[in-house]
């Protein structure tokens, strides 16, 4: 585990203090700055240059009516993805992030000469309401391919990690590993995912209940077999990725409910790594805030988003840059003749 410098963090602090403006003007952006001080050592920290892996993985759980979207559909944005027609397409674009894009379990069998990293576990997970999603073993294979993805972007200069999700079903699979690790219930949990109604979340929160139940009676207890028994094989792999970076000495961006939901479980595998991570954006699933003050994270942003796949982390990176160039290049009082407060 990377260590932190709260020496360049106080002196980050110390800087904000002495820029032309008054103490605390800039908000949250002055203690973000300090945030990435603190991690990178340096009083004035580099322009963090993001990087994105988007994993794909199927749900056995979506056969019983939890989303508003076929499965077909993971492997249809799969291929979206490669043409670069998909909202987190552009976004990478906008921001110049390399994108990657990993097959950790899509159950349909994806063309070898697609290009992306064909890492697949296993044909989608099982059905988590009536058994575990996977095995212990191929929790810890999809554990191992979100950390090479976070190796390979970081060989590539990326100082800013964004783990993005695809896969139908996994706002109830997430649900499942929120309320395992919250303590919280699956009525205040569970949220409209793709767009489904009251009716269809009323089912979704008793497959919820359902599938807790049964992990519990299967032995679940620690991150890894709770992600076992009750997650997906992309969320997996977004928590091998956040594990990694926080490994690498390198901050993540925690993108929506799936993300948090990877965070949560990959906590509860190295409690210290979540000193990493910090939440782009309030996703409108219903459970996100609950999930993101479990990890004690307060998000940058809310625009309303419910989409996952690395999207709002993406949006938030500029805002993070942002405020790094501030903390970087804004005179001080004395470095512009400025008189100070009375
Ligand atoms: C076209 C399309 C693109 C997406 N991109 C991300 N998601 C998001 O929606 C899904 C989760 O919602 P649920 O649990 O309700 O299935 C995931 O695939 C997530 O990445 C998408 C969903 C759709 C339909
Ligand atoms: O917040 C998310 O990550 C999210 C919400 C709804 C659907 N897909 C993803």
Redesign the pocket.
Known sequence: MAVLHPDAGLAARQRQSQLTKPAGSLGRLEALACWLAERSGQVCPPLPQPGIAVFAGDHGVAADG????PSA??AE?VKNFTRGGAAINVLARAIAAPLEVVDVGVASPLPAELPIVHARVRAGTGNLRTEAAMSLDECRQALAIGRASARRLHAQGVTLLIAG????????ASACLVCAFTGATPEDIVGL??G?DDARRAHKVAVVGEALARAQAAGAHDGESWLAQVGGLEIAAMAGLLLEAAALGIPALLDGF?ATAAALAARAIKPAAADWWLASHRSQEQGHLRALAALGLTPLIDLELR???GSGAALAVPLIQMAVRLHNEMATFAEAGVSGAA
Do not use: C, K, P, R
């Not at 939890?66 to 979207?69: D, G, P, Q, R």
């Not at 999700?165 to 109830?172: A, K, L, S, V």
């Open positions: 939890v989303s508003a979207f559909v993971t944005m999700d695809m896969g139908i079903g996994n706002t109830t995912g793709t489904i799936i989409l996952g796949e």
